[in-house]
């Protein structure tokens, strides 16, 4: 629960060949900071966060694939796509 979720958010972005300051992440509607942990967000095991690409005006829902981000409590991720 104390791990940033800046390694996460950097590992997806990663994952899909993007630069992590292209893309937002939220749960529940409300936007997490990297430097924001788990528990700051209330986040628990197996709830997913929505990935979002920046764009001028607004924001554009990211296509994942079929691969969801799915929180573990100690921070980390359980998705293939995290662990790379």
């Known amino acids: 629960q104390t791990t940033k979720m800046g ?46 690409m920046e764009a001028q005006g607004g924001f554009i829902m990211m296509e994942a694939q079929g691969e969801s981000i799915m929180m573990e409590a100690q921070g980390g991720c359980s998705t293939e796509a995290c662990r790379r």
């Not at 997490?32 to 929505?50: R, S, Y």
């Open 7 to 52: 390694k996460v958010f950097t590992a997806y972005a990663s994952r899909k060949g993007l630069q992590v300051d292209q893309l937002r992440f939220m749960s529940d509607g409300k936007r997490i900071k990297a430097e924001d942990t788990p528990a700051d967000c209330g986040l628990e095991d197996g709830d997913q966060l929505d990935c979002m």
